[in-house]
């Protein structure tokens, strides 16, 4: 079973600019989550998709990110323009239903940004 | 709210020693815990978690971890670490509104 792809893998980018990530879940998983972590820290969840609708997007800022999960599959996190401190590494998580329990989330290997 | 605190940001053990990571939680109702490492350049790989059940749990790698729930607590052990084990390893809590800690990097001495 293929798992969540990501792409780019890096990117550097100067202030202002803006960026956008591409995330492509395991194949069947109806939810989708997009993390920020900061060096040092651990994910912090950005926003979280059902299918094509947005589940929770309160961490999310809204000021200079979006996000969109076009069709229920693939998924983009854009942000415009970009500061200092969004260099981090985004992380996309997606999960399908357990039988008898809760979902459980895989990660892809993560975009690390750089905004100079 | 729930909230995750691992105690120590990082930790060095010496090859073949045995080792535990501390997680403390804050979670309303009963909670869903989970171990996941990270190595450096990739993403989180889940070691494993706890839904129900019995409080020993057995995960990957030859991890385990147990729930106390009178101390709030989900410490991850391994009775003999491998240099391959040395990376940054998060406690979570919740399910679709997971809480990860800050992280306890791990050094192996050989």
């Known amino acids: 079973e293929a798992g969540v792809a990501q792409s780019p893998r890096y990117k550097i980018i100067e202030k202002r600019q803006s960026v956008a990530f591409w995330c492509n879940p395991i194949?069947?998983?109806?939810?989708l989550y997009w993390y920020q972590q900061i060096l040092g820290q651990g994910p912090k969840l950005l926003i979280q998709?059902?299918?094509?609708?947005?589940?929770?997007d309160s961490q999310l800022p809204k000021d200079r990110f979006s996000a969109e999960r076009l069709k229920g599959v693939d998924s983009t996190l854009k942000i415009q323009p970009a500061k200092l401190e969004d260099s981090a590494v985004y992380l996309c998580?997606?999960?399908?239903?357990?039988?008898?329990?809760?979902?459980?989330?895989?990660f892809g290997p993560g975009t690390r940004l750089t905004v100079l | 709210a729930q909230s995750v605190t691992q105690p120590d940001i990082h930790i060095t053990v010496s090859e073949g020693a045995s080792l535990e990571l501390r997680c403390n939680y804050s979670?309303?109702?009963?909670?869903?815990l989970f171990w996941y490492v990270q190595s450096p350049g990739q993403g989180l790989q889940l070691l494993l978690k706890?839904?129900?059940?019995?409080?020993l749990v057995q995960g990957i790698k030859g991890f385990e971890a147990e729930f106390k729930r009178s101390q709030s607590s989900f410490n991850l052990r391994k009775p003999s670490v491998h240099w391959s084990d040395a990376a940054e390893y998060f406690c979570?809590?919740?399910?679709?509104?997971?809480?990860f800690g800050a992280g306890t990097r791990l050094t192996v001495k050989p």
């Open positions: 998580a997606s999960s399908g239903r357990l039988a008898g329990g809760p979902n459980e989330q895989f």
């Open positions: 194949s069947g998983h109806a939810t």
């Open positions: 998709f059902q299918n094509n609708g947005v589940v929770d």
């Open positions: 979670y309303g109702a009963t909670p869903y």
């Open positions: 706890y839904f129900s059940g019995d409080t």
């Open positions: 979570a809590v919740g399910v679709n509104d997971m809480r």
